[in-house]
C-alpha cells in the first residue's frame, strides 16, 4: 500500500493523514468548494477537488471520489466517519475499481448498517436487543402505521434512522401527539445526513448508560475487543464526553461485554475497526443498541489507555496483516483517558450552529492532553458540514487526574470568532472540586452539566421536541 | 477616555487613562491599575493590581473576537467566554440593551446563523397561531425551526427553499 | 500548600504552572523586563518583575525572588532548572524564609553540586567513578599547576565547571595546547552561568553511553529509581536526543544501573526528583558521572513511558507525601519515548544563536505527540538567555514507531522568523527509512546526525575548541 | 511579473501571470500552473500541477519569514527552511549573490547576531595575524569569539565590552 486516498475531511481526514506520514503512505485529500484552504488539504501530499460544498454534490459523491482515487493512483481508501464511511454501495464500488476499502466488507457494513438486521444478528449471537421494531419503516409507511407500531412497544420510544448514527435522525418521543412531527424531522434528517429516510422505533431505557465495546478483525479470523468506553453523557443524542474505562464495569463485567462483542462481531465475519454500543442497566444487565462499522470519533480514548494506534492498524488489517495484539493488554486499561468534542456550537444561545472564520486559536498543550482538529487561526468552518471542529483529549494516573488535566486544558483553549462548546464543556467540570488535590467528584459531571443544560434552557425560546433540546445527561458517570 | 460597556445586562462606565507604561481604569468609580501588552493581533496580556495596589500583579490573557456589529467583541478570559458591547459615553443612555420589546409591532423573523433555508412551511397571507412553524434553517447538518411569538398575519416571505442566508438576515414578517 | 511561585521562565515555567493548575494551586511568575509578554507570564495566576533582562539582574536575584515569594504570599518555590535550579543559597533563603523549596535540601545540593564531592559520595556508595581530578580546581590556579594536573589524568581530557551542568563550561581537550584557550572559556563560561569559575578535569572516555537514572526520593526514606534515559546524542556536550528505554540497556543491566543510582542517593539521603548520570561503556561497565539535583530538561521522556507525572510528584513529596509508587512499574517502561530540542539556533550557519521575534508558528499535534514549549507566535526569543525554545516529546509502540511519529511531528512543526534546529533535527532522521514499514533504522540517527555534523563544519569557519564547534554524537544509540 | 530569486547559489528567472483562479508560474522556462491561496498572514497553501498537467495537484504549505534585507525571505517547507532572496528581473544581474569577496580590502567584523560585546581582545592600531581573536560577542549563554580573516592592522573598534548590538552591526575594521 504505497497511496491512501482519504475519503473525508476535517480533523479525522487529518488524523488518518498523520497515521499514513507514520507509516511513510503518501497520501491523497479530496475538497470540496468551501475546503479548498481547510487542514487536511494542507497537510495532504495531494489533494483534489469533488465538487461543490453541499456533501451531496462533494464528499458523498461516489463517482467523483472513485475517479479522483484512480487518477491520483491511489491504491486504497479510508473513509474516516460520517459522509460515506457505512456506504455499503461505496465500499463496493471501491473493491470494483480494484481499490481497498480500509474497513470491513460491503456485505458487513448492509448487514450491521441496518439497525433492524444488526439486531438480528445479536440476537443470533446471543446477545440482548433492546425490544423494538424488528423491520424498518420506510418513508412510504403511513403515520397511522407508524403510531400503531408505537403503540405496541409503548412510549417513552426513541425514533431512529435505520441508516444512522452519532444521533442524526434520532428522536426521543414521549407521546402519541409528539409522533407526526418527530417523525418528518427524523425522517428528513436522516435524508439529508445518510441519503435514506428509513426509520425505526425502539423502547427507551430510562437512565441507562452508554457503553461501547472497540473491537478489531483481521482477514484471517482474528477478532480482538478492546476495554470499554463509556459515551454516556450525551447532548440531544450526541456524544460530548466520552472515558474509557468506566467506572461501572467491572473486571467480570468487562469480560461479560467484550466476550459479547466479539460474539456478535464473529456472528457476522466483520473485519477491520467496528465499535459495538450497548445500553448498560442500573442492575447490570445490558443490551446491544448497535454496531458502528466505522472508527468511532472516540477512537482515541481508547489510543490513550492501551496504547494502540487504532487508524495505524485499520491499515495493517486492510494490506492483510495478523493482529499480533496481546489480548489480556487490549483488555487492561492503563489509568484513564477521558475525550471531550469541542462543537461551533453556541452554548449560551440554545447551542446554535456557529460557522465562520476562526479570528484566534490557542491549543492547549503540555502533559497528558492531546487535541484532534481539523481547525486553524485563520480558517473557516463552513456551514455545510457537521460542527464538530476538535476533540480534547486528556490521560491521566487515574480519573480525577485526566479530568484535572482536562479542566487545564479547556482553560488554555481559546476559540475566537466562532462560538464553540468550550466554556460549556468547561463549566460542567469546574464545580465541586476539592481545593487540596484539585480534583473533581466524578459526580459533579454530570450534574454540573444538567446545571449549564438548565441555564441554556432558561436561554432558549424553544420546544423540547425541536433539534435545539437542552443538553441531557443520559446518566451521570459518577453514580 | 470614557466608553460605556455592556455586558450581560449591566452597562459600566468605563474611563480609560494612561499613566506612563500603566493604565488606569476607572470602572464605575473603581479605579484598577493595569498593565497591557498586546501578545498577538486582538490578544492582551493584562496584570491587574488588586483595588488600591499600585503594583499589577494579577494576569488576565484576553482575547478579542470582533462581532458583526461594530463595537461589539466576544471576550474570551482562560476559557470563558463574555459577549460586550462597547459604546462611546452615553452611547446605551438611560435605558439597557437596545432591541424591539417582543409584544408589539410586526414580527420580523431573521436567521439566527448563516445557513440554507430547508423548508418554508407558510405563505404570505397566511394566518398564524403563537409558536406555529413558519420557516426551518438548516446549517452544520441540523434543522432550526423558527416559530411565531403570537398570532397573526404573514404579510411579506423574502426567501425561498434552497436560499442560502446570512446571520441576521430578514426571512419573513408576521404582523 | 496553596500557592507556588517558579523561579524560572520559559518552557519549565509553563510546565510546571500546567502542574500546578491540575493540582489546583495557584502560581506566580516572576519575569525580568524582556519577559513581560512570555508565556509563563500570560499563564500564571500572578506575575512579579524581579529586574532587567540580563539573568543576574533577574532570574539570578535571590533577595528580588524571595522578597516576591513573600509579598505574593506564596508558601512554597519551584526552581525548575538552570538559573537557581542548583544553588544551594537560593534553597536556604527558602528555608530561611519560611517557604518551602521544591527540591533537595541545600546540604544535598552542595554536596552533589559539587562534582569532586560528589564523586567522592560515589565511591562511598560502591559506585565506579571517572579517572580525574578529586579536587576543584579554583579560578586562582594557574593554568601551569592545572597543566600539571592534566598531565597525570592525560589527554584527550574533560574540562568542567564544578557547579556545572547542561554542557556549560565544559571543553573538550586533546591536547597541552589548547588547555590555556578552553580553561579561560570554560571559566568564564561557567562564571556567567552558575556564578563560580571553579573547573575540574577528568579523563574522556571514547564513544561511551550517556545513561541517566530519574530518582524521586521522599521524606520518609523511600528512594525509587526509574527506567534509564539514554541522553547519547549530543551536540556541543548540550543534549539533543534523549529517550527512554535505552536500546543498550537489558532489564538485568537496569537493575544494576538503577540500583547504583539508589545507591548513591541513598548514602547522601537525597529527597525530592533528581538524576544521576552513568558512562556506560561498550563493554557493559558503567562510571557514575555526575548528579543533578533538579528536574531535567527531558524528565518528559520518563513521564512517557512511565505514566508519572514527575513535576506533580516533586510537589507532593515537598509537602510531606509518601512515594506510593510501585518500584516495578517505575523500572517497566510502556513502549518508547523519544524527546527532540528545539534550539533557537542557525544549523545552516554553525549553530549561531538566533534570537528575535516568531512571525509564524505552527505546533504539530496528533497521536503520540507532546510539545513542551514556552514560544507563541508574536513573542520574543530573547538575547539573554538559554536558546533551547521547546521540547518536542513523541511516543510509540515501539522506538521505530515513536521515531517515525517524531519525524512526522518534526515536518509539521514550523517555526517562522528565527532560524531553529527544526530542519537539523529532521534532517537527523529521514534517512534510510525502511519504505513498507516507513520507520527508521536506529543507528541511522546518530549517522544522518554526524553527516548534518559535517554540513556545518564545512559551513563553518571556526576551530574546533570554539563553543561552535559542530554537532558530535558521541555514539550511535542504533549499535 | 517576472522576478529574479536566488535560492542556495542559483539564481532562477521566475514569471508569474494570473489565469483565473490559477497562477502560471515559468521557472526557468518550465511552466507551474500554481493554485494558491492565503492561509494566514505570510502563509500560503500551495497545490502544484505536475510539469505538462492542467490540474494542480500536489500541496505544499509555504510558510514566510520576511528577513532584515528587503526581498530575502525564508521559506518553510514541510519542516525544511529555504533562505532566498526575490528581486526584480535583472536585480542580480550576471553574477550571483553579491558580497565582498574575502581576500581583498578592508575587513569589516560585523555582528553574526544580535548580542553584547563580552570581550573586545585588540585595540586600534593592534597588528594581528590570520585566525587572532578580535572580539567576543555573547548571545544566549553562548560566547563566539570573532577572528581576523588574514594579517592587518586595526584600525577603527566601534564598540566597548558590555554593549549591545544588533545582528550585522560593524564591531572593527581590520585592513
Keep these: 500500500m504505497k497511496k491512501i486516498l482519504i475519503a473525508n475531511r476535517g480533523e479525522i481526514a487529518v488524523r488518518v493523514i498523520r497515521a499514513c506520514r507514520d507509516m511513510s503512505i503518501a497520501t491523497v485529500a479530496i475538497y470540496s468548494d468551501c475546503d479548498r484552504a481547510a487542514l487536511h488539504v494542507r497537510l495532504a501530499d495531494e489533494a483534489w477537488p469533488v465538487g461543490a460544498s453541499p456533501p451531496r454534490e462533494s464528499y458523498l459523491r461516489i463517482d467523483a471520489i472513485i475517479d479522483v482515487a484512480k487518477k491520483s493512483g491511489a491504491d486504497a481508501v479510508h473513509p474516516g466517519y460520517g459522509f460515506l464511511a457505512e456506504n455499503k454501495d461505496f465500499a463496493a464500488a471501491c473493491r470494483d475499481a480494484g481499490l481497498v476499502f480500509i474497513g470491513p466488507t460491503p456485505e458487513a457494513i448492509t448487514l450491521m448498517g441496518s439497525k433492524t438486521a444488526a439486531r438480528q444478528a445479536a440476537i443470533k449471537a446471543g446477545v440482548p436487543v433492546v425490544p423494538g421494531t424488528e423491520e424498518p419503516l420506510s418513508e412510504q409507511t403511513s403515520d397511522a402505521d407508524v403510531r400503531a407500531v408505537a403503540e405496541r412497544i409503548g412510549y417513552p420510544l426513541m425514533l431512529k434512522a435505520v441508516a444512522g448514527g452519532g444521533g442524526k435522525g434520532m428522536r426521543m418521543v414521549s407521546s402519541a401527539a409528539e409522533l407526526p412531527a418527530a417523525l418528518r424531522a427524523a425522517r428528513s434528517e436522516a435524508q439529508s445526513a445518510f441519503g435514506d429516510g428509513a426509520v425505526y422505533l425502539e423502547r427507551r431505557i430510562l437512565a441507562p448508560r452508554h457503553i461501547e465495546v472497540q473491537l478489531l478483525g483481521d482477514h484471517h479470523g482474528t477478532v480482538l475487543p478492546f476495554v470499554e468506553r463509556e459515551c454516556s453523557i450525551q447532548r440531544r443524542h450526541q456524544k460530548v464526553v466520552e472515558e474509557s474505562p468506566s467506572l461501572a464495569v467491572s473486571p467480570e463485567l468487562r469480560r461479560r461485554l467484550t466476550s459479547a462483542a466479539a460474539a456478535v462481531a464473529k456472528t457476522v465475519g466483520y473485519t477491520n475497526a467496528g465499535t459495538i454500543e450497548f445500553l448498560l442497566d442500573s442492575d447490570g444487565s445490558f443490551y446491544f443498541l448497535e454496531m458502528n462499522t466505522r472508527l468511532q470519533v472516540e477512537h482515541p480514548v481508547t489510543e490513550m489507555v492501551t496504547g494502540v494506534d487504532l487508524v495505524q492498524w485499520q491499515i495493517r488489517i486492510a494490506r492483510g496483516e495478523r493482529l499480533d495484539l496481546d489480548p489480556e493488554s487490549l483488555l487492561t486499561p492503563m489509568a484513564h483517558a477521558i475525550e471531550c468534542r469541542i462543537y461551533a456550537e453556541d452554548p449560551d444561545n440554545g447551542f446554535l450552529p456557529s460557522p465562520g472564520r476562526i479570528q484566534g486559536l490557542r491549543v492547549p498543550h503540555g502533559p497528558g492532553v492531546r487535541d484532534d482538529s481539523g481547525a486553524y487561526e485563520g480558517g473557516e468552518v463552513p456551514i455545510f458540514y457537521d460542527p464538530m471542529i476538535s476533540k480534547l483529549i486528556t490521560w491521566g494516573e487515574t480519573r480525577d487526574h485526566a479530568i484535572a488535566r482536562m479542566k487545564r486544558a479547556l482553560a488554555e483553549y481559546e476559540v475566537r470568532g466562532i462560538r464553540t462548546t468550550i466554556p460549556f464543556s468547561n463549566g460542567s467540570w469546574t464545580t465541586r472540586t476539592s481545593r487540596r488535590r484539585g480534583l473533581t467528584r466524578p459526580s459533579s459531571i454530570a450534574r454540573s452539566a444538567r446545571r449549564a443544560a438548565d441555564r441554556c434552557r432558561r436561554s432558549m425560546p424553544r420546544t423540547k421536541s425541536s433539534p435545539w433540546s437542552p443538553p441531557l445527561c443520559i446518566c451521570s458517570p459518577g453514580q | ?175
Design chain 2, 1 to 175: 477616555m470614557t466608553f460605556e460597556i455592556l455586558a450581560g445586562n449591566t452597562v459600566r462606565q468605563v474611563t480609560v487613562a494612561r499613566n506612563g507604561p500603566l493604565l488606569h481604569v476607572v470602572v464605575d468609580g473603581r479605579t484598577l491599575v493595569v498593565d497591557a501588552r498586546r501578545v498577538g493581533d486582538m490578544a492582551l496580556s493584562l496584570l491587574v493590581a488588586a483595588e488600591g495596589d499600585a503594583t499589577p500583579v494579577r494576569s488576565v490573557d484576553a482575547g478579542l473576537a470582533a462581532q458583526r456589529t461594530a463595537g461589539d467583541f466576544d471576550v474570551h478570559l482562560n476559557g470563558r467566554t463574555i459577549p460586550v458591547q462597547v459604546r462611546q459615553a452615553g452611547g446605551f443612555g438611560r435605558q439597557k440593551k437596545a432591541g424591539a420589546a417582543p409584544g408589539t409591532g410586526p414580527q420580523r423573523i431573521t436567521a439566527p446563523m448563516p445557513g440554507k433555508i430547508a423548508r418554508v412551511l407558510v405563505k404570505a397571507g397566511d394566518e398564524v397561531k403563537a409558536r406555529q412553524g413558519l420557516v426551518v434553517v438548516e446549517a452544520m447538518k441540523m434543522e432550526n425551526e423558527l416559530r411565531a411569538a403570537r398570532d397573526g398575519r404573514v404579510c411579506e416571505v423574502s426567501v425561498v427553499e434552497g436560499q442560502s442566508v446570512d446571520a441576521g438576515a430578514i426571512l419573513l414578517v408576521v404582523e
